[in-house]
């Protein structure tokens, strides 16, 4: 099956900074790739996504980029702002998705902070 | 439009005992995933349905059960609770198989004593 792995675990940033987390996945049948962002107490917040066949995709301050080759792709969050605080978790699912097979399998999360 | 619906928010229950989970997708989304999230981890599939067919399975024990019925909603069922089911269940709908994202609600908070 698949298998994410995220790093890193916890990431401090200064008001205005850029942040980056990295994803890499296992299964090549993998292609899409949503980033969610949790709070305290809330579940998990779609923020932005990408399928296989696009390469970069941005929205305002947030981008993503797919490295299909390699496996692995990456959240890019500029001028930080500390409401972008939170668990950020990047997860992969084969599309569509077969009988049997898993739906989304998700990253171990990262812990955002920016620091005013 | 409202967004996913989980109740309760809240539940406390002892060892072996049972327990049902409910949740309501966004309008117009037919397809409804439950996922398990472990303090500090990221949610863990459980199960998918699809007009009220169960269309995945994920790596939970046959006394994790759910149904879908046929205004979308779904229910989640835990029989012979354990202590290591203490986690956020959480639900989340799209609009079909084939069309993600994934929109979840907010979880049901389980502790089990």
């Known amino acids: 099956g698949e298998n994410v792995e995220q790093h890193p675990s916890t990431l401090s940033v200064q008001e205005g900074d850029s942040a980056v987390i990295k994803c890499t996945y296992s299964d090549s049948a993998s292609n899409y790739f949503p980033w969610y962002k949790q709070e305290l107490g809330k579940g998990p917040q779609l923020i932005i996504d990408?399928?296989?066949?696009?390469g970069e995709k941005k929205d305002q301050r947030i981008a993503v980029t797919l490295n299909k080759t390699a496996k692995h792709f990456s959240l890019h969050i500029t001028e930080t702002q500390p409401e972008d605080s939170a668990v950020y978790f990047c997860?992969?699912?084969?599309?569509?998705?077969?009988?049997?097979?898993?739906?989304?399998?998700f990253g171990s999360g990262t812990r955002l902070q920016v620091q005013p | 439009d409202a967004g996913v619906t989980q109740s309760p928010t809240h539940l406390i229950k002892t060892r072996g005992q049972h327990v049902t989970l409910r949740c309501s997708p966004i309008?117009?989304?037919?397809?409804v995933s439950w996922y398990q999230q472990v303090l500090g981890q990221g949610p863990q599939f459980i199960f998918q349905?699809?007009?009220?067919?169960?269309?995945g399975r994920g790596n939970f024990p046959d006394r994790f059960s759910a149904r879908q019925f046929p205004n979308y909603s779904s229910e989640l069922n835990v029989n012979a609770l354990l202590l290591g089911d203490s986690a956020l269940y959480l639900c989340a709908s799209s609009r079909g198989l084939l069309n993600q994202p994934q929109h979840f609600g907010d979880g049901t908070r389980l502790s089990i004593l």
């Open positions: 349905y699809y007009e009220k067919e169960e269309r």
């Open positions: 309008s117009g989304h037919k397809s």
């Open positions: 990408i399928r296989s066949n696009v």
């Open positions: 997860a992969a699912s084969p599309l569509p998705m077969d009988t049997g097979r898993r739906a989304l399998t």
